[in-house]
């Protein structure tokens, strides 16, 4: 079992920054990526960044390049992503996510609320 945790959602003004953390912990053994996801009201769940476990490697959305950065911190297998010049339509729960490289079983946070008012 691998458990993850995220924290640092909040209510921003259009315009402030957020970062979001992630931390890992359990059989982490087993984990190659980690990653973002978000799922606004009425919407589908959907990819925000993604980063190897290594740290060496990231991927991100093309519709949020130059905004949201992913970065991670091997000491404490913990991922941030930073999240600047914020929308409205940036209002989501924030799901950390990282699969089983054995069983590509997904492990899912609780999600965290991160909220940009207009």
């Known amino acids: 079992q691998v458990q993850l945790v995220e924290s640092g959602g909040g209510l921003v003004q259009a315009g402030g920054s957020l970062r979001l953390s992630c931390t890992a912990s359990g059989r982490t053994f087993s984990s190659y990526v980690m990653g973002w996801f978000r799922q606004a009201p009425g919407k589908e769940r959907e990819f925000v960044a993604a980063?190897?476990?290594?740290?060496?490697?990231?991927a991100q959305s093309d519709s949020l390049k130059g905004r949201f950065s992913i970065s991670k911190d091997n000491a404490d297998n913990t991922v941030y992503l930073q999240m600047n010049s914020l929308k409205a339509e940036n209002t989501a729960v924030y799901y950390c996510?990282?699969?089983?490289?054995?069983?590509?079983?997904?492990?899912w946070g609780q999600g965290t609320q991160a909220t940009v008012s207009s």
């Open positions: 980063i190897s476990w290594t740290g060496r490697s990231t």
């Open positions: 996510n990282t699969p089983c490289i054995q069983t590509r079983y997904n492990y």
